[in-house]
């Protein structure tokens, strides 16, 4: 089955401690993505990688760290995390082919920092 | 991606068609529509996407107008499992894949037994 794994689902943390969440993908796309979403804010996008070694800034990326040593594997890191990136985070993996890009979203990671 | 704006909330019948507009009057000849959609705090799902004909899948239907100024996306038969927020969002042809996708507020559809 097509899927992308975000681990782990439910986080709570104290500020400071750093975390890593891990989003694994079985579609063998380039494409992989990290949101955030917060309430009145919708899903804002963090990192992305058009391929493996590849990353780069989305809209809001300050305080997260990523990386893409394999194609599958999109980890996002918490170096050191604080309340206000207390969040529900998505990991999206796509391929673009004719224009037509579909978006395959994990299940989402709740975050809270203490 | 181009602006676009959808009614806050809906409510519909189980077992009618669940008609959602969105209006993109701002749209760009190389821009197409999609639509996703989230149920509660879940991963969002994508539903389907056009350029300008009308599409069908097994999930719904898009209906885009002429002028490509606007569209409804159409669920034939809603369920209860169909209560989500549903996201119109446009984004150009040559948007690489890793492009965010900018999600709005949406349409927060209820169907009522």
């Known amino acids: 089955e097509a899927q992308v794994t975000q681990n782990p689902r439910y986080l709570i943390t104290v500020t400071g401690k750093k975390l890593t969440v891990t989003c694994s993908q079985n579609m063998n796309h380039e494409y992989m993505s990290w949101y955030r979403q917060d309430p009145g804010l919708g899903l804002r996008q963090i990192y992305y990688s058009m391929n493996v070694e590849v990353t780069d800034k989305g809209d809001v990326p300050e305080g997260y760290k990523v990386s893409r040593k394999e194609k599958r594997n999109f980890p996002l890191i918490l170096e050191s995390p604080s309340p206000n990136q207390t969040s529900l985070y998505f990991c999206?993996?796509?391929?673009?082919?004719?224009?037509?890009?579909?978006?395959?979203f994990g299940a989402g990671t709740r975050l809270s920092v203490l | 991606d181009a602006k676009t704006t959808q009614p806050p909330s809906m409510d519909c019948a189980e077992g009618r068609a669940a008609n959602l507009p969105c209006n993109h009057s701002t749209i760009s000849g190389n821009e197409y529509v999609y639509w996703y959609r989230q149920i509660h705090s879940q991963g969002p799902q994508y539903i389907i996407h056009?350029?300008?004909n009308n599409e069908t899948n097994e999930m719904a239907s898009l209906i885009i107008t002429e002028d490509r100024k606007s569209s409804t996306l159409i669920l034939p038969h809603a369920t209860l499992r169909d209560t989500a927020v549903y996201y119109c969002?446009?984004?150009?042809?040559?948007?690489?894949?890793?492009?965010?996708?900018?999600f709005g507020k949406g349409t927060h559809l209820i169907i009522q037994p």
């Open positions: 969002i446009v984004r150009p042809y040559s948007g690489g894949g890793a492009d965010g996708l900018t």
């Open positions: 999206a993996s796509s391929r673009d082919l004719l224009g037509k890009n579909i978006q395959y």
């Open positions: 056009g350029l300008k």
